[in-house]
């Protein structure tokens, strides 16, 4: 007999700085690209959404009234230790999807970068995404950028940490607080992922991170009135019609993207807000 | 001379008394005060400060569940913070209900305290709404109790929706109760009054009326006593000793638990309305946690290393 | 009652100065052949002694600064680039109170400035400018992204630390290599700076560091392998080195000298406007080119701002600066004092009146107390001249119009102050300033993604923010 017996992971879900297993105590099993068990994923139901988005919403100002450079910072730091877990990361990713221990080291390199190109957008998008308005008249005027509030996202299936990193990134540095659903098929990346923004300084509530069914919280995602944006990115194109539309009642901004590294992903859930003063004494 | 001369207690005049007081920048205030947060006051200096600070402390019980066994304790504590060094300084007053000013009374001078002043809080405390039969009254049966010191708060509702003469007219009215035989404090709630130029023009509202000391909070609300909230104060009543020749006292109350920020408080009245002002018959401290943080770092100062809780009492 | 602050030195013991230091050269240290001693203004003791770099050794940088730019530099990603100026920024976070403290030693300037300002803007200086480093082409700052290649930067004594952040890093981040001259009076943060680029592991060469005096700024200024120079300093030597390059293809940016005025309405909100005052032309012993020097006050409160304005002053602490209670620290040199007394004796003489509250100053090191002049007009030389020191001229104004001309009325243009609670008069009031910085109900706000730079004699340029991105880029100007 040789070698000792590893103690197994317990993936849980992530809502509000806490690791709560989901409220419904159902599981689903997650298998290796070569059919052996990985672990029991909870499967996330409708009120685990309900609870992460309170957590989000709590969360929301205090992260939109951060600094930029705070902002930037904290994304800054989730590279540093998502740099620091390569191998753990790497490893999960090979299990999952079958890629070269090289393709999966490759996978979180590019993951880390995008981090780090993201985090440095925080204190410029506002000088090029603003604009003072030659307006006719006596009057400043001003257009300043700002954060959308809750944004969902379901994350996509290919690529199961860079296509996460990508989806959330661009959330987070504007301000936004954001629930992210896990691909189904490969949602260990993601829930490991939680380990990373824990010892990042991201305050609670900031990020939430669910794994369960696409098909069974897709719909609560675009039905919930306090979810302000959604990125379905990660959803078969085929769904697109049904999601929007259920997401038409609170008028969510709805969006899918195909560029990664791409500043429109960080406009697509902002607002822009306008502002008139007169010139005089 | 009436109002100090400045208002004649009609609604117009001090409306626009009010009015013409200079706005405060929010930014500019809050740099400040936290500039002078950053003072590092250590050895001599800080020693000399854990002493002044305890003799400020109005130590204070201002629960629902008191009893007299409480206020009892509480004052001994406050004769003698520390039972083990009689070197301690005695805090400048103990703060309760009204109806434990008696028991309150009674027990310090059977322990030898009977320059320890009782302070009341009173006129419907914390709220403050009552009608004004009951708020006089309040104080009243506060100082006939024994009370030297009356804490009463403003009405908020009136102040926030312009009433100001109403508010002044229930501060002149309670000043008169008080004559001279118990000082004024008045509560401004500055929590509730949210804006700086709000505490600014309460702030010159209450001592027109004829407060002897403006309090920052009852407590029972945060924030309370933020330091640039006690900055504003502070610039209140230096520019209204230029305008008068009175010292007007300044109180802050809530939030402030540790030694440091005890400090932090001294410093801001040193900086802003001067070391006049650096004695508890124009400076005290609203706490009750405080006290022991004090005695804390009092022990390590003379000690040369950390205390622990066990070594203070509870009450 | 008298609360007198006991002594809270900041320690030393955090610092580590060498007894002699070389230049930084292709990522090595490299021996000097002649040096010169830097002190501690505070107390003249010598700190250590510097080198004196030549000809020989600029153009040994400068052939290391093209090497680095060919070979490894120009060849990264700005991804890469922008990584490197990441960790830069983290380790000076890391090290902050040793930078802090030695900034104190060498410069005179108080603790609580240098833990507070100098160091954490110099680290956030480099973490803005290193997410630039791979944004360039959004930048809007035109459709060419070209670096110049080498760029020669010679930085003041006011802010050793943080002026170099704001030379070194937008120059990286836009992929150019860097040869770099702190002051004669304040090298030994940029010689810890080459420490921090060792850490990082910054390619050999990319930054390169040669200290020395005003000859070798000359050399840096007139070799013919550099591509772009970056001044901040006095408007006269500025001038010096426009006439030098003005034959050449060299580009240029400068950030001059100022006289800036801070504008007190009537509607301020006085408190802070005293503030504002005291921090405009106290801040840093007013050795500030951006200092709010001239103090151009509305009549209908002159008097009561100045005198609140005196009062605050009497409770400036002067004295040790690595002291953490003291707020006015020395001033730099020798040289810069014998400037301010020059100048403030030409106030005495032209007739303004000088008032200082009374404050003991130490007895070795080169010390000024806060002061003020009263009854200055526009023709007075401390009205028009920069002092560079903690001295303050106050005029005043009737009528808004009068304000600003006041203000405009002289030859530089880098900052101005407005004070009033209206928003459209502080609005009417920045459309009519001539000035590069205006500071409304507050001053001295700096900001790495706040551009910076002057009108008219102050300057050619910007610093910080997208618009200082250009200096650095070829752009299409020939």
């Known amino acids: 007999m040789s070698g000792r017996l590893e103690v197994m992971k317990t993936y849980k879900l992530y809502i509000n700085g806490a690791f709560p297993r989901t409220e419904s105590g159902r599981s689903y099993e997650i298998k290796s690209h070569s059919g052996e068990f990985l672990a029991n994923a909870c499967l996330a139901s409708r009120k685990d959404l309900r609870d992460a988005v309170v957590a989000a919403r709590a969360a929301q100002p205090g992260w939109a009234k951060a600094t930029a450079y705070n902002r930037g910072q904290i994304i800054y730091r989730i590279a540093e230790m998502l740099e620091g877990r390569a191998d753990q990361f790497a490893q999960e990713i090979s299990l999952q999807t079958g890629a070269t221990a090289k393709e999966s080291l490759q996978e979180v390199s590019e993951a880390v970068d995008l981090l780090v190109w993201y985090a440095g957008w925080s204190d410029k998008l506002p000088s090029l995404a603003g604009a003072t308005n030659p307006v006719s008249g006596p009057f400043y005027n001003f257009t300043v950028p700002e954060a959308l509030g809750v944004v969902g996202v379901i994350a996509p299936i290919e690529k199961p940490l860079f296509g996460f990193v990508a989806a959330i990134a661009p959330i987070l540095v504007s301000g936004n607080t954001a629930i992210a659903l896990a691909s189904s098929s490969a949602p260990l990346s993601a829930i490991s992922f939680a380990e990373v923004v824990a010892t990042s300084d991201l305050p609670n509530g900031v990020l939430n991170i669910l794994s369960g069914q696409q098909s069974e919280l897709a719909p609560w995602f675009a039905s919930h009135m306090d979810i302000d944006g959604l990125d379905i990115s990660g959803l078969a194109v085929d769904q697109h019609g049904t999601i929007k539309e259920a997401g038409v009642e609170n008028l969510k901004r709805i969006s899918s993207f195909a560029e990664t590294a791409e500043p429109g992903r960080i406009l697509a859930f902002m607002e822009a807000k306008t502002v008139w003063h007169p010139i005089g004494n | 001379m009436k109002f100090y001369g400045l208002v004649d207690g009609s609604d117009t005049s001090l409306r626009n008394y009010l009015k013409q007081l200079p706005g405060v920048d929010q930014v500019g205030a809050d740099a400040r005060a936290a500039m002078l947060a950053t003072r590092s006051i250590k050895t001599t200096s800080k020693a000399w400060a854990i002493d002044t600070a305890i003799s400020m402390v109005d130590l204070t019980t201002l629960e629902g569940a008191d009893t007299p066994g409480k206020v009892q304790a509480l004052c001994s504590k406050a004769f003698r913070p520390d039972p083990t060094n009689p070197e301690v300084p005695h805090v400048g007053a103990v703060c309760v209900y009204n109806d434990m000013v008696g028991i309150a009374r009674q027990h310090l001078d059977s322990i030898g305290a009977k320059e320890l002043p009782v302070a009341a809080v009173s006129t419907a405390f914390p709220s403050g709404r009552a009608s004004m039969a009951v708020k006089l009254q309040d104080t009243e049966d506060a100082i006939l109790a024994g009370a030297a010191e009356i804490d009463m708060v403003i009405d908020r509702g009136a102040f926030l929706s312009g009433r100001y003469i109403e508010v002044f007219e229930e501060i002149v009215a309670i000043r008169e109760v008080c004559g001279n035989r118990a000082h004024l404090k008045v509560i401004l709630e500055t929590g509730e009054l949210v804006t700086y130029d709000n505490v600014r023009k309460a702030s010159y509202l209450a001592m027109l009326a004829g407060a002897d000391f403006i309090k920052t909070s009852t407590g029972k609300v945060t924030p309370a006593a933020t330091p640039p909230v006690v900055l504003v104060m502070l610039e209140a009543v230096r520019d209204f000793y230029d305008l008068t020749k009175v010292r007007i006292g300044v109180k802050p109350a809530g939030g402030i638990r540790t030694t440091k920020d005890a400090i932090k408080q001294l410093v801001l009245v040193n900086e802003t309305a001067g070391p006049e002002w650096l004695d508890p018959s124009l400076f005290r401290i609203g706490a009750s946690a405080l006290l022991n943080d004090l005695l804390l770092q009092r022990m390590k100062m003379s000690d040369g290393y950390y205390a622990s809780p066990n070594y203070v009492t509870i009450d | ?471 650095y880029l070829k752009g299409s100007a020939k």
């Open chain 3, 1 to 471: 009652m008298n609360f007198e602050y006991a002594a809270a030195p900041e320690s030393r013991s955090v610092v580590k100065i060498d007894p002699v230091y070389g230049h930084f050269i292709n990522g090595k240290w490299v021996t000097g052949t002649s040096h010169f001693n830097s002190i501690n203004p505070a107390t003249e003791e010598v700190l250590s002694s510097i080198a004196l770099g030549t000809s020989a050794d600029v153009d040994a940088a400068v052939k290391a600064a093209r090497n680095a730019f060919d070979k490894s530099w120009s060849k990264l990603s700005g991804r890469e680039r922008g990584k490197y100026l990441f960790r830069i920024a983290r380790i000076m976070q890391e090290r902050a109170r040793e930078f802090a403290v030695l900034e104190t030693l060498d410069n005179g300037k108080p603790i609580r400035e240098s833990r507070d300002v100098d160091v954490p803007l110099s680290a956030a200086h480099f973490f803005y400018h290193a997410g630039w480093a791979d944004k360039l082409e959004f930048a809007g700052v035109g459709t060419t992204t070209t670096p110049h290649g080498v760029v020669g930067q010679i930085i003041p004594w006011n802010f050793p630390l943080l002026m170099l952040a704001w030379k070194v890093a937008p120059a990286l981040a836009t992929g150019n290599t860097v040869v770099l001259k702190p002051a004669e009076t304040t090298s030994l943060t940029a010689l810890l700076f080459a420490q921090v680029c060792q850490q990082a592991g910054l390619p050999e060469g990319v930054v390169n560091i040669v200290t020395g005096d005003g000859s070798t700024g000359a050399a840096i200024v007139n070799h013919p392998g550099i591509d772009k120079i970056a001044f901040t300093g006095s408007t006269d030597v500025g001038k010096l080195i426009a006439r030098a390059v003005s034959a050449t293809n060299k580009s240029l940016t400068l950030e001059l000298g100022g006289k800036g005025a801070n504008i007190v309405f009537g509607d301020a909100a006085i408190d802070e406007a005293v503030e504002g005052i005291v921090n405009g032309i106290f801040f840093n012993q007013g050795h500030v080119c951006c200092a709010g020097s001239r103090l151009i006050l509305q009549e209908n409160i002159a008097d009561e701002v100045l005198e609140k304005l005196k009062r605050r002053m009497e409770k400036i602490r002067v004295g040790d600066p690595l002291d953490k209670n003291t707020d006015l620290g020395a001033i730099n040199s020798a040289e810069q004092l014998a400037k301010i007394h020059e100048l403030t004796a030409a106030g005495d003489t032209e007739g303004a009146a000088r008032w200082s509250p009374n404050c003991a100053l130490p007895d070795k090191g080169f010390w000024f107390a806060p002061t003020i002049f009263t009854g200055v007009t526009q023709a007075h030389r401390i009205a028009r001249e920069e002092i560079f020191g903690p001295v303050l001229s106050v005029l005043t104004f009737r009528t808004p119009n009068e304000a600003i001309e006041k203000a405009n009325n002289t030859p530089f243009g880098l900052s101005a102050g407005i004070w009033s609670e209206k928003g459209s008069n502080i609005l009417w009031a920045t459309q009519q300033l001539r000035a590069g910085v205006i500071w409304a109900n507050t001053f001295n706000k700096f900001d790495p993604a706040s551009p910076f730079g002057g009108y008219k004699e102050s300057g050619w340029g910007r610093e910080g923010g997208r618009h200082g991105l250009s200096a």
